[in-house]
């Protein structure tokens, strides 16, 4: 007897990540058919689902939704084989010990790394370009399924930073160990407006330097504000609880002093650090030492003086002794 079979497909891909399928096969005079539709996930935080039914010597409909979130990843499944029901659900999902802290996440089945953006909760992590979740409150993410000794790109989405927050790299390369893991640390830091007053002491005396200029060197250069008529003053761009050189700036005094804002974060309402009145002690300035009077006589007079003093010595100098008298016979 002669046997023949034939194999037909047809594939279309939707866009994104969802593709379709149609499928004829057969046998002789058996055939089976089937259509297939799905959405496959990516390796960060996705979902997808897959439909497929099947006509022919066993019939079989079936259908399959997944979800692959921060703390685990879950499944339901349900479907018909002939006669026969089937239901299924599940869940998985891992504890990782790292940097101090344990973090729920799901399946780790290789390496794995810790994303920490100090104090920037809500930013996006990115593992070889594809999102892995968001940073927590304390600004940590846990990234599972690193490839062991490979270069792993790490980065974050600076756009989901605060606006008060300076980073610097927004990009890092992590190589773990086999089933170990690394801590990819973001260099943020939260950058804050402060405002005050500032006085100047000049001894027993307490000078405002009313429109003048305060100058401080901040982390990203020198920042400058006008002072007001109170010596107020208003600068951005400064770590609270760091130590910068300042110099004001008028026409009756500069000085220089070292802006203290170790304690600004207390008086901070999240933005802007009011430090209240700020001091600078200025140096005392001796005066230059008078010059010594002196009172020339006019030579008119001195002269007159000069020669008397010459004449009287003459005069002594030349006095002729009296000569002797002749005895009387």
Known sequence: DN????????????????????????TNDKFTESLQLQRSMTQGEDWGYRLDAQAGEIDRVNALGQAQLE?????????????????????SGGLVFIGGGLFATRPVHGSYALIQVPEAGG???????????D?????????????????????????????????????????????????????????????????????E??????????????PRGEVTSPLGKDGEFYLEELELG???????????????????????????????????????KAEPTEAPPAPEETVEEPADKKAPAAAKKGKKEKKSGTKKAAAPKDPKP
Not at 175 to 188: N, S, Y
């Open 3 to 26: 046997e023949y079979e034939g194999f037909l497909m047809l594939t279309h891909s939707f866009g994104g990540q969802t593709t379709g399928s149609a499928s004829h096969s057969q």
């Open 123 to 133: 930013v996006r992590g990115y593992l070889n370009n594809q999102k892995m979740g």
């Open 242 to 280: 760091q130590r910068y050189p300042a110099r004001i700036e008028h026409e009756e005094v500069v000085c220089e002093f070292e802006l203290n804002l170790e304690a600004a974060a207390d008086a901070s309402d999240g933005v802007v650090a009011d430090i209240g009145e700020v001091r600078c």
């Open 205 to 218: 005396e307490k000078f405002v330097p009313q429109y003048g200029d305060l100058t401080v060197q901040g």
């Open 71 to 91: 703390f685990g990843r879950y499944e339901v499944s349900v479907g018909r084989v002939g006669d026969n029901n089937q239901a299924m659900v599940s869940a």
């Open 135 to 203: 940073t927590d409150s304390d600004g940590d993410l846990l990234v599972p399924n690193l490839l062991a000794y490979h270069r792993n790109r790490l980065s974050v989405a600076p756009e989901d930073m605060p606006m008060n927050f300076d980073i610097g790299d927004t990009e890092l390369t992590a190589v773990p160990p086999f089933r170990g893991g690394v801590i990819a640390r973001f260099d943020a830091k939260a950058i804050h407006a402060v405002a005050g007053k500032v006085v100047v002491l000049r001894g």
